[in-house]
């Protein structure tokens, strides 16, 4: 008779042996290699979009307006194209279509002061409160110099006092997005290396391979044999997500703030919940 822990080891390399050869552990590590790599790769893919926006400008747009807005969109870290378009409605096919970003109407019976319109397809987006602000800005100062004031007043009166800002925490949201990524990727290992459990268990009581294991080897060493098996096949998936952000750190690529830590406590927690609920 083998003592306990050989036979535990035995079972273990067995268990091992049965995952290698189903092809399901083989695409979930490259699924999660793949995916983890595409978040490597994707402040870089991000960080290459054009930056530059395109306005059109429909109708006698006031003089000062342009510069207004090349002023409030370069505040932004973008460039501003601005180009005529005939009327509204092909500003608003151009904005469907992708070709422009968005469209700035003035109506040509409108009276003095009106305040432009504006066409957009993203209400909400941060360019579009922009545009919207340097409407209004062009808006005032048109109306204070029909009102006589001077320009320097205007100017003085327009231009914002700088305001000093103390980032607190600057990272944090960083780390909460790191740490949701891995939570939620432990908790699909964990379910995914548990399911593979109760289904050798099923596989073995209905081919009765239970029934030949059982008079050789002890019920615990059968059940702890079995545990670090899977265990251990269940670390192709984390290592296989953990290669990619390794060779980034290695190489020296910019990582968003906590994913490499928040990627080794995963694994850590991972290896103490496969010990747990397993």
């Known amino acids: 008779m083998i003592g306990e822990a050989a036979a535990t080891w035995l079972v273990a390399v067995r268990e091992v042996r049965e995952a290698a050869r189903h092809k399901a552990l083989w695409l979930t590590a490259a699924a999660i290699l793949a995916a983890s790599t595409l978040l490597m790769l994707l402040p870089e893919l991000i960080g290459d979009q054009d930056g530059t926006r395109r306005v059109g400008l429909v109708g006698d747009v006031a003089a000062g307006l342009e510069p207004t807005l090349r002023s409030a969109v370069a505040a932004q870290g973008l460039e501003l194209e601005t180009e005529p378009v005939a009327d509204r409605a092909a500003a608003v096919a151009d904005v469907e279509g992708d070709r422009l970003d968005a469209a700035i109407v003035v109506p040509s019976s409108s009276a003095a002061g009106t305040v432009p319109g504006l066409i957009t397809d993203e209400p909400g987006a941060a360019f579009t409160a922009t545009l919207r602000q340097a409407i209004a800005v062009e808006h005032t100062r048109s ?34 997005a790191a740490a ?42 059968l059940l702890f044999g079995k545990v670090l098996g899977v265990g251990a096949t269940a670390l192709l998936p984390v290592v296989a997500g953990l290669s990619p952000v390794l060779v980034r750190t290695v190489a020296g690529g910019d990582l968003p703030s906590g994913t490499l830590a928040a990627a080794l406590a995963g694994a850590a927690w991972f290896v103490l919940g496969s010990g747990l609920y397993l």
């Open 143 to 176: 109306v204070l110099r029909s009102a006589g004031v001077d320009d320097a007043t205007i100017l003085d009166a327009l231009t914002p006092p700088e305001v000093s800002i103390e980032v607190v925490d600057e990272d944090r949201s960083g780390r909460v």
């Open 180 to 221: 949701s990524a891995v939570s939620i990727a432990v908790y699909l290992l964990l379910f995914i290396v548990t399911l593979q459990v109760a289904n050798g268990v099923a596989i073995e009581k209905a081919n009765r391979a239970s029934e030949v294991l059982l008079p050789v080897v002890a019920p615990r060493v």
